[in-house]
């Protein structure tokens, strides 16, 4: 190869070194910017994190917090937070984060709802001394008592499982530990408020529907709902008035102040139906048939029916003869005093099964029949199946735990 030749082949690829060499030059320019921008996007998103996890821990520890966070230095940044109440009536409150690293920002929104009772496939306050959770009881959503859970022979408990008083066996703890799928935790302390049904006369009074016991003749208030419309009397020999609920109880919520309520029906929508009062039966729901939806949400799941029964006194399933043959029940069940029974309970004859779709929150545990030698002797059997729409859903105004819980979070 001549001189001029080899001189051209290497002027060649001196060009072609310093092509490529600019070129990865550039490409690691690139990555190194790429990389900053990556940091700073990441550290300004994890201080919104931040802010966000540190203002839900205060909404948590006092449901009034609203003094959030003002530019506060945080990781080489800013965190700035922001609570407000965006729905007053709900009590419906919002979490904005906003962290801020060098030139990037990025916000993070939660959105808290006060925490339900309705939660609860099963709560109670007092569990009677001589009241065991057996090897065919399951409970299949959460479960609470601020007694002792008293468990025979293994009960199955689906749900996070929690107890104040801790666990007591019938024997020892090899017979008689029950299983827990989701979680147990003990020492919890849950109690009722002490407001639980009261509060639902003001709702009742704007929007809702309210029913006045105090008034001469109306002291007990038959209700039967029928899809959209609830039929109502003071009196079994008076024909039944009826209201459209949409209309006359927009905000779902239904109040018998000071009287007694004897409900049955299918209820279309979501309704709450509270019954307030303690003297001489008052503050008392009496089931007198079936209560249940008119989309059963096990069949089909586009079902928006949902049904609170709040009571002052006590629930009781009426000794009559629409119940004599089983009962389907679709609620959650709330009972600030008394608790969740069946009248006659030890001198009815069988009466098949309670079908209760829902939950029970009940101050304390009430019998619903008698058995011998795991044989039903008088009373119902139950089939207790937990709603799951109500671990993220509630029934209007459904009591609340006094705390908040997270509905959403966005990034």
Not at 75 to 89: C, E, H, P, R, S
Request: glycine share 10%.
């Amino acid at each position: 190869m001549s001189g001029k030749a080899m001189l051209i082949l290497i002027s060649g690829f001196t060009m072609l070194f310093m092509v490529v060499a600019n070129n990865f030059n550039t490409v690691s320019g690139r990555v190194t910017d790429n990389y900053v921008d990556y940091f700073n996007k990441t550290t300004s998103h994890n201080i919104a994190i931040s802010g966000a996890n540190m203002a839900a821990n205060q909404l948590f520890l006092d449901s009034t917090w609203n003094a959030g966070y003002n530019n506060v230095d945080y990781q080489n940044g800013k965190l700035n937070v922001t609570v407000q109440t965006i729905d007053a009536y709900k009590n419906i409150k919002r979490i904005t984060s906003v962290g801020i690293f060098r030139k990037d920002t990025s916000r993070v929104e939660v959105t808290f709802a006060p925490s339900k009772f309705s939660k609860f496939a099963y709560y109670s306050i007092y569990e009677g001394t001589n009241i065991w959770w057996m090897n065919k009881d399951t409970v299949w959503g959460p479960f609470h008592t601020q007694d002792k859970l008293r468990a025979a022979n293994h009960p199955v408990f689906y749900g996070k499982a929690s107890s104040k008083g801790g666990i007591q066996y019938y024997t020892n703890q090899a017979t008689d530990k029950p299983y827990f799928y989701a979680g147990y935790e003990q020492g919890v302390d849950l109690s009722l408020p002490t407001n639980g049904v009261t509060a639902l006369k003001t709702p009742a009074q704007n929007n809702g529907l309210y029913f006045n016991g105090n008034n001469a003749g109306q002291g007990t208030v038959y209700l039967k709902f029928n899809g959209d419309y609830l039929l109502y009397r003071y009196s079994t020999m008076t024909p039944y008035d009826s209201v459209h609920l949409p209309t006359a109880a927009p905000n779902g919520v239904i109040y018998v102040d000071n009287g007694i309520a004897r409900i049955q029906g299918t209820v279309k929508g979501a309704y709450t139906i509270a019954c307030s009062g303690t003297s001489s039966g008052k503050g008392t729901i009496w089931l007198d048939d079936d209560i249940v939806y008119s989309k059963d949400p096990r069949t089909d799941p586009t079902s928006t029916d949902m049904l609170g029964i709040v009571a002052q006194s006590n629930v009781w399933i009426t000794d009559n003869t629409p119940n004599r043959d089983n009962i389907n029940i679709n609620a959650s069940i709330y009972v600030q005093n008394g608790g969740f029974g069946a009248e006659n309970y030890n001198t009815r004859p069988v009466s098949g099964t309670i079908n209760l779709l829902g939950g029970i929150i009940q101050n304390t545990r009430q019998a619903v029949g008698t058995f011998n030698s795991g044989v039903i002797k008088t009373g119902f059997s139950k089939s207790y199946r937990y709603d799951t729409r109500f671990m993220t859903a509630s029934p209007p105004f459904f009591p609340g735990t006094g705390g908040f819980e997270i509905v959403s979070w966005y990034e």
